[in-house]
């Protein structure tokens, strides 16, 4: 699903935040992004974004080279990676509802359908109830829920999660986690970028860690 080949990213032609980065992600995998603050974590996610090229090497995912992609065709490569972060950036003036309903707006989904599916994704994170809701009447790890519904509306082949549990106490993090483990359950391949060791730990699922832009380690899951 995803394979970086000697990837390499230098930011403003000199800093080096990635350096000759090898790893390749099988389908259906569930994998850990670990290291310190600073180590390349986000900036390999974006590169499988495509919010960043790299500046050596190359990214496939799902056997393609993404770098070369025809700009045309960004959009649609971008439909099939569901993109959860740790702020959630959720709209503070549109419901629960609308907000998960987002990407689909954008595609042009049929609202009926459109709202099918938003029904779905909002049930799978236990918060079909709230639909109505604004964000700020939620808690943190409901917003963050909210988050995990938007981004697996489109039904994602590839989910990407920047510290998804960055602000929330061990017992949401860990339901966060198990959701995440729900969606890799039924075939999504989950990449999480996180420093909560231990919580990475107690999940025992493969670990890639990163140090000053290197992998220095690729743990098989436990
Ligand atoms: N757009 C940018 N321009 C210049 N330098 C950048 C840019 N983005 C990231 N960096 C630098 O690249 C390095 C890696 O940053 P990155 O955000 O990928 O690390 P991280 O492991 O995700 O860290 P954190 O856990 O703090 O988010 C850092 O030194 C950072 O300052």
Redesign the pocket.
């Known amino acids: 699903m995803i394979l970086f080949e000697h990837v390499g990213k230098r930011?403003?032609g000199r800093?080096e935040?990635l350096a000759n980065i090898d790893f390749r992600v099988q389908r259906g995998e569930m994998v850990f992004l670990t290291?310190h603050?600073?180590?390349?974590?986000?900036?390999?996610l974006r590169l499988i974004m495509l919010l960043e090229r790299p500046t050596r090497g190359r990214v496939l995912v799902a056997g393609h080279d993404i770098g070369r992609l025809h700009p045309s065709q960004v959009p649609f490569y971008r439909r099939q990676i569901g993109v959860v972060f740790q702020d959630h950036q959720l709209l503070v003036d549109r419901s629960i509802f609308h907000n998960v309903a987002l990407p689909l707006e954008i595609r042009g989904v049929e609202p009926r359908e459109a709202a099918r599916r938003v029904r779905a994704a909002l049930d799978k994170v236990g918060l079909l109830h709230r639909e109505k809701a604004l964000p700020i009447e939620l808690s943190g790890g409901e917003q963050q829920r909210v988050g995990i519904a938007r981004a697996v509306v489109n039904k994602p082949s590839l989910l990407l999660a920047d510290?998804p549990t960055g602000n929330l106490d061990p017992q949401l993090s860990a339901d966060i986690m198990a959701l995440f483990e729900d969606f890799n359950r039924i075939g999504t391949t989950v990449m999480i970028?996180s420093?909560d060791l231990a919580l990475i730990a107690r999940l025992r699922h493969r670990v890639l860690r990163?140090r000053e832009?290197r992998l220095i380690a690729d743990e098989e899951a436990a």
């Open positions: 930011y403003g800093f935040a290291g603050s600073g180590a390349g974590k986000s900036s390999l510290e970028a420093h990163l832009g």
